[in-house]
């Protein structure tokens, strides 16, 4: 009986293959429904032989039940958006400068669903994984599996453990199907496909996600033993085990190629059966993907072009403003509600008073919105012919709508700013919502609300106050209690655990971003040493341009600033880098200067930085006649070469450093967290 039900499950398994990923189906659907019958029969008659992965698994299960948040082996990070020619070709030209030596670019479509990563084992689906933070996202293991076009199981020749990414989709006529079904119940419509999808995978009951019908492409290959350090070959592989891959992938060689393939997809892709936004190029070899490395937020091997966004025209009825936690004031555009990219629009940003003077705009103008990479609804344009009785010019405010204070403006910035960091409201529950945040403090249970809670009824007034909240006073609150009172004390005290670098991004610095904070921590290792830093001192730290420096000097010329950095040291908050991170893998490097060229092939650059750093060297950008020597790969920048030569620096291999450095390094690298998105 067992060989009967393996045979049963492994054509059912080919039938769904060849119907869901090939679109070649060899069975009618009456005959795999009768044939899924039988084993669903056999299997109930027989449990022991029970297989999470077989095809009956796929009608999903009505038990309800939370989803486990899970950590992503390899985070999930974004892509950098580009919406022109012109940008494609920066990226083309910040690529080949990178690389030095010739380069493919793989052109794909870009799917607007919902990301997934798919975990396999020994060939078997073990764990799907939405993107969540990018960090970790949550289990929805079971309702993938109801994802007819996603393999249980693979057949071919596939590594051991591997992870695929890509979009989970609701393809269009199941959404307009649905929306036809919600409209005749009288239910309210689904805005578009992408949250569709997003919203069925995360339902609780997996025999409606079942029900959905919803489809998925997969685009990306991780891994220990891939088969190819081609990203192309890699997807041809996956296809081959089972995988659902777009038949719309073309390796490019040149920009034209790459300009044909975006214009022909423009209009293209209006026939396709699910939607897309634009177009996804990525360098093909992984061992240049390693080489080029990635930035806080996205690698630096890929980009994403988006298509044009659909417009619509809708009236103008007001203009507010809102104050962020830096200060800047945003003019919002209310307007008639006006259906656009499967959404319902009520309000545009003005982004600030030049784009408002533009335009030339008046209350009761009939304008032109867009999506701005279809995400953010804007003004682009007013329909002049349409102006007949309208009423005033719109004029950016010159004080704030919050405090009243006068508007400032910033040389060379477009943004108005509200001086009054320490007194206006949104500036002060900003910097505190900033401050709690998960890459920051991490402090469980104060969100915007609750944060407003507590500064409308003063106990809060800066972040510091966050300390000496007590439990009775939160328990009295409104939406909170008890249980909620002792869990911030408790999300409190663990936050001081947080390391110095976190703690300087939470402070809220402007410019002072994640990287630029961990760069300012390890570069001086206390905050006092950053409170006495000079201009030059600053600048010379890598990456801190003018800009930055000016304004962590600003931040700490302020008393008040030092005040509040005082009272955090007294609640026990870290203030300087811990010995740990301070304690070098060797001495080896021990006061040289060392400059990184070229490409490499056993190790990233952004891996020899943190090799350099971690064995008392420094890393340094440009060649001058302080540099120990330049860590040389293949293709090296000729205007360094040639400066080397002229200085008489020394050029040490790949292999020359890391036997200068062998021994000294026994444990992982601190620090390096590149991975693939």
Not at 330 to 354: E, F, I, M
Not at 536 to 555: P, T
Not at 576 to 593: F, I, Y
Request: proline content about 4%; aromatic content about 8%.
């Amino acid at each position: 009986m067992k060989n009967t039900i393996e045979s049963l499950r492994r054509e059912l398994e080919q039938h769904n293959y060849n119907y869901y990923v090939l679109n070649s189906p060899t069975i009618s659907d009456f005959d795999f429904d009768k044939k899924l019958r039988e084993l669903q029969e056999l299997e109930s008659q027989h449990p022991e032989f029970f297989d999470p992965n077989s095809p009956t698994q796929r009608v999903g299960s009505d038990s309800v039940s939370g989803f486990e948040q899970v950590a992503h082996s390899y985070p999930m990070l974004s892509l950098g958006n580009t919406y022109s020619e012109g940008e494609i070709q920066d990226f083309y030209e910040r690529v080949r400068k990178g690389l030095n030596e010739d380069f493919e670019l793989v052109c794909e479509l870009k799917y607007d669903g919902t990301s997934i990563s798919l975990t396999y084992e020994n060939g078997a689906l073990v764990r799907a994984v939405t993107r969540g933070d990018g960090e970790k996202g949550d289990d929805v293991t079971a309702n993938v599996k109801t994802i007819r076009s996603i393999p249980l199981r693979l057949h071919g020749n596939f590594p051991d453990k591997f992870e695929i990414r890509g979009e989970i989709l609701m393809p269009w006529a199941v959404f307009d199907a649905l929306n036809k079904e919600r409209e005749e119940q009288e239910e309210q419509l689904l805005a578009n496909p992408r949250n569709a999808a997003s919203g069925t995978l995360k339902l609780q009951n997996s025999t409606i996600v079942a029900q959905r019908k919803l489809d998925a492409y997969l685009y990306y290959l991780l891994g220990e033993k891939l088969p190819s350090d081609l990203h192309s070959e890699n997807l041809k592989a996956a296809h081959t085990w089972g995988f659902k891959i777009s038949d719309a992938t073309h390796v490019c060689k040149t920009l034209p190629e790459v300009f044909d393939f975006i214009n022909y997809w423009d209009s293209e892709r209006k026939n396709l059966p699910v939607a897309t936004d634009g177009i996804v190029l990525k360098v093909n070899s992984i061992r240049q993907q390693r080489n080029l490395g990635f930035t806080a937020k996205s690698p630096r091997w890929a980009i994403a072009y988006k298509f044009q966004a659909e417009k619509a025209v809708t009236r103008l009825n007001s203009v507010s403003y809102q104050v962020g936690r830096t200060g800047a004031v945003t003019p919002v555009a209310n307007l008639d509600p006006v259906q656009l990219s499967g959404t319902t629009v009520k309000r545009a940003s003005l982004h600030n008073a030049d784009i408002i003077a533009s335009l030339d705009l008046h209350i009761g103008d009939m304008v032109f919105v867009e999506k701005g990479g279809e995400i953010i609804p804007k003004i682009t344009a007013v329909d002049f012919d349409a102006r007949i009785l309208v009423g005033d010019k719109v004029h950016f405010i010159k004080n704030c709508p919050e405090c009243g204070s006068e508007l400032v403006r910033i040389e060379g910035e477009a943004a108005h700013y509200c001086p009054n960091e320490n007194g206006c409201p949104p500036q002060i529950k900003g910097k505190m919502e900033h401050f709690v945040s998960r890459k920051a403090m991490n402090i469980d249970g104060l969100g915007s609300e609750t944060i407003a809670l507590l500064f409308e009824n003063k106990l809060i007034e800066n972040i510091a106050d966050i300390y000496e909240l007590k439990v009775p006073d939160l328990a009295r609150l409104e939406r909170l209690g008890n249980k909620s009172a002792v869990n911030i004390k408790t999300s409190c005290e663990a936050s001081k655990e947080v390391p110095f670098e976190r703690v300087l991004f939470a402070l809220g610095i402007r410019f002072v971003g994640e990287t630029v904070a961990k760069k300012l921590a390890f570069a001086f290792k206390k905050i006092g040493k950053i409170e006495a830093a000079t201009l030059e001192e600053l600048i010379a730290v890598d990456e801190i341009g003018e800009r930055i420096a000016q304004s962590v000097l600003k931040y700490f010329s302020d008393e008040r600033n030092i005040k509040l950095i005082n009272r955090l040291k007294q609640f026990g908050l870290q203030m300087q880098v811990s010995e740990d991170k301070l304690q070098p893998a060797g001495n080896a490097l021990s006061g040289l200067s060392i400059v990184i060229s070229g490409t490499f092939s056993k190790h990233s650059r952004d891996e020899y930085k943190t090799m350099i750093e971690q064995n008392g060297g420094k890393n340094v950008g440009s060649v001058s006649a302080k540099t120990s020597f330049i860590l040389a790969g293949e293709n090296m920048g000729p205007e360094k070469l040639k400066k080397a030569e002229s200085l008489g620096v020394k050029l040490v291999s790949e292999n020359e450093f890391l036997a200068m450095i062998e021994g000294e390094i026994k444990k992982p690298l601190q620090g390096f967290t590149g991975t693939l998105f």
